[in-house]
């Protein structure tokens, strides 16, 4: 297990609470945590890291608390939203300045990746733009082969054409047993990689799904009656949600499919069809003001 939160919790002044969490991920998963900002995403990456220590609950990572322990430390790669770098050191000097505290650090994998992504290594970094900047820490969070990938918002700042090469950097240096655990605004690229997801709202976590689980699960139904249409659609078992356009009923079906289209087959239609949804539009669902949802 890389990962393992148990009734995790922590608290600020402000009032605001993250948790608890309850969360487990296996050795070489690649995991989603998918929210919007102030959801709490960033806290949990820190409490992953021990870098912040838990107001209750149990923190794991390779089974041991992160906190204050630096075997687990080199363990783990971390990318903050803020890269927080030395801005008056060149690249050069800041690797020379972290190297000796990750004995698997691999200079081959930093010379052709600063090559590749072209970022001089002799320049001071003060100079660089923002997206040289988070490009940069991203490879210096890679070069230590870390068992533990922390991911924030890694690519905020990359263009379009980087934000590509930075998942296939990702991909082609990740082994069997790598953990990823990827917080991310977009969406398109957590569902390229991840196995699964977990979103989290004012600190609670909704859901965790498998992307194979989003797909075959998670569907709207468009249905039209040729009647009245009953008063309970929004009762039956797997619905999240009924909107009404025009003659057009829209069910948002986050479990029991069969049971539910099993129900609406015994009134008289004139439409029913099953719409797929992306990960995008599952997300977005999650967040409608006044959704049920069965998780």
């Known amino acids: 297990m890389s990962i393992y939160l148990e009734r995790v919790t922590k608290n600020y002044r402000s ?15 690649i995991f989603g945590f998918l929210g919007p900002n102030g959801a709490g995403k960033t806290t949990t990456g820190k409490l992953l890291t021990g870098l912040l220590r838990p107001s209750s609950g149990i923190v794991r990572i ?12 080199q363990k783990i790669g971390y990318v903050t939203e ?5 801005p008056y050191l060149t690249p050069a000097q800041l690797i020379d300045v972290i190297r000796p505290y990750y004995p698997s650090w691999d200079d081959e994998f ?3 990746s600063l090559e590749r992504f072209a970022i001089p290594p002799r320049q001071k970094i003060a100079t660089f733009s923002a997206g040289m900047r988070q490009e940069l820490e991203i490879i210096l969070a890679l070069a230590p082969r870390p068992a533990l990938l922390i ?11 980087r934000q590509q090469q930075f998942l296939s950097l990702l991909l082609e240096n990740k082994d069997a047993k790598q953990t990823i655990f990827l917080s991310s605004h977009r969406l398109n690229e957590v569902e390229r990689i991840a196995d699964r997801v977990g979103i989290i709202k004012e600190g609670k976590l909704l859901a965790v799904k498998s992307l194979e689980e989003i797909k075959t699960t998670e569907k709207k139904v468009r249905v039209v009656f040729q009647k009245e249409p009953p008063e309970n659609l929004g009762a039956l078992p797997g619905v999240a949600k009924v909107e009404r356009v025009r003659d057009s009923f ?11 289209l099993e129900e609406l087959k015994k009134h008289p ?6 719409i797929d949804q992306n990960l995008e539009q599952v997300f977005f669902e999650y967040f409608t003001e006044g959704k049920k949802r069965n998780v």
């Open 15 to 29: 009032g605001w609470t993250l948790g608890p969490l309850d969360l487990a991920i296996e050795e070489g998963e």
């Open 62 to 73: 390779f089974g041991e608390n992160p906190v204050d322990n630096i075997a687990v430390k």
């Open 82 to 86: 803020d890269n927080i770098l030395y």
């Open 110 to 112: 930093v010379r052709t």
């Open 151 to 161: 991911l924030d918002d890694p690519t905020s700042r990359c263009d379009p054409v």
């Open 250 to 260: 829209f069910l948002t079906v986050n479990e029991n499919l069969s049971g539910v």
């Open 269 to 274: 239609l004139f439409v029913l069809e099953v």
